[in-house]
């Protein structure tokens, strides 16, 4: 990137910044776009949901009365077979629990510590056990990992997904390797989709580990941003035809689809990957709030409903990404200092400013009253070796408050290149 920068107009756009940035403190702003949160209009989608059952409606097929214990261990089928097509795993292979997709992927890592998975010879307790992160990647799955005890290992992500040669030497060279965390739709947060080669590879690969798993956490499988959506192979099919069929544990959640603390969550796998969750889940819950999942079933009516209800979010959402796009072109394209991608769906759009200074940017930034994800949250441990990467959640704000805080950040990336590269 800095061979490309040509210093002399640095020089001159600094100056500007300089007074932009002096009337953005002045101004006494307090911006927010630190996380990816549907905002209220996204939320107000869903309000049909607090009223959609009536009293007396409370029976499913075949599951019966909704609000006692029991009936449904797997979820309520009209819910399995509604979702079944969008996170492209099969019904019948497919949980349904309660608000969150990331209480299930803690569950399942701090369960194998004690519990063998399918294929595996024993539990993890006492071993060194160690996850792959893919990184730039999502900070919260690197903190499970902090909060159980397993190691991180990084590995880089490219156009197409997991830096794949890398992935298949470590796996197959080391036994403590467990796992590996993917958001293979509209990753978080370079909003790159996974390959269908980096599907088959993942699916195929030799691992030293006999109990390895993919935590395949497809977040944004519908969170689209334009009318063309992005096509991510079943992971699930080709582990399968691999001859690995227990490999992949699938994750999802509608906690940005309807409401973020009342919405569902999805666990699924092969045959045998579902017993096992279902044996453990036994030991933690009686069972999931049936009452909600028939909530659902209800304001959606089908899976059509479903899309369509997204529809509905890409609309409010979509101008906003336009908006990031349209400022850091603006304001940084013409100076080579920053790069950043455009994506098809997801949450965030992912910056790269010049190295060694996306510190620098985000405490500027602070300082003129805009909250930035800290950088480096996008690598295990917060420490991002490159010190250039800054995500971006344009769904919260307001466009209004999101374009004042774009202002900022662009002002910042210039000022901290121009220290970087002229001081």
């Avoid at 059952?53 to 089928?77: F, I, M, S």
């Avoid at 909600?292 to 906003?320: C, S, W, Y």
Wanted: net charge negative; hydrophobic share 40%; glycine share 10%.
């Amino acid at each position: 990137m800095t061979d490309t920068i040509d210093k002399d107009t640095l020089a001159a756009a600094r100056e500007s910044a300089r007074s932009r940035y002096d009337e953005y403190v002045a101004a006494g702003l307090k911006l927010d776009i630190t996380r990816g949160k549907p905002c209220s209009a996204q939320l107000d989608l869903s309000d049909g949901m607090t009223d959609v059952l009536p009293a007396g409606d409370h029976t499913a097929d075949p599951e019966g009365d909704a609000r006692n214990y029991g009936g449904a261990p797997q979820g309520l089928k009209a819910l399995r077979e509604m979702f079944a097509p969008l996170v492209d795993v099969p019904a019948d292979q497919l949980v349904v629990r309660d608000n969150s997709s990331l209480s299930l992927m803690h569950f399942c890592v701090a369960s194998s510590f004690f519990h063998p998975l399918p294929g595996g010879e024993k539990p993890w307790a006492g071993e060194k056990v160690t996850f792959l992160a893919p990184s730039p990647g999502y900070d919260r799955h690197f903190a499970v990992c902090d909060e159980l005890g397993v190691d991180l290992k990084t590995v880089a992500m490219t156009a197409d997904g997991p830096d794949m040669d890398e992935v298949e030497v470590l796996v197959a060279a080391d036994s403590s390797i467990k796992g590996i965390w993917c958001v293979p739709k509209y990753s978080n947060p370079t909003g790159v989709t996974y390959s269908d080669e980096v599907v088959r590879r993942l699916a195929a690969m030799t691992t030293a580990a006999p109990d390895f798993r993919i935590y395949w956490d497809n977040a944004y499988a519908i969170h689209h941003l334009t009318g063309e959506h992005d096509e991510l192979a079943s992971i699930v099919d080709a582990c399968a035809e691999a001859g690995h069929p227990d490999r992949v544990f699938v994750f999802a959640s509608t906690s940005k689809v309807t409401f973020a603390g009342g919405g569902v969550s999805f666990f699924g796998g092969s045959p045998a990957n579902v017993t096992w969750f279902l044996a453990r889940d036994g030991m933690r819950s009686i069972g999931p709030d049936k009452i909600n999942q028939l909530r659902h079933v209800r304001f959606f009516g089908d899976t059509a409903g479903v899309q369509a209800h997204m529809d509905k979010h890409r609309e409010i959402i979509a101008p906003k990404f336009e908006a990031v796009g349209k400022a850091l072109a603006g304001d940084l394209g013409a100076l080579g200092v920053a790069e950043w991608n455009e994506p098809n769906g997801g949450y965030f759009v992912s910056l790269d400013v010049v190295p060694g200074t996306a510190k620098r940017v985000v405490q500027l930034a602070k300082e003129a009253g805009v909250a930035l994800t800290p950088a480096g949250a996008t690598f295990p441990g917060g420490d991002d070796p490159g010190d250039r990467n800054i995500r971006i959640a344009p769904t919260f704000p307001t466009t209004d408050e999101l374009e004042r805080a774009l202002g900022v950040l662009t002002t910042c990336v210039i000022l901290a290149a121009a220290e970087k590269l002229l001081d």
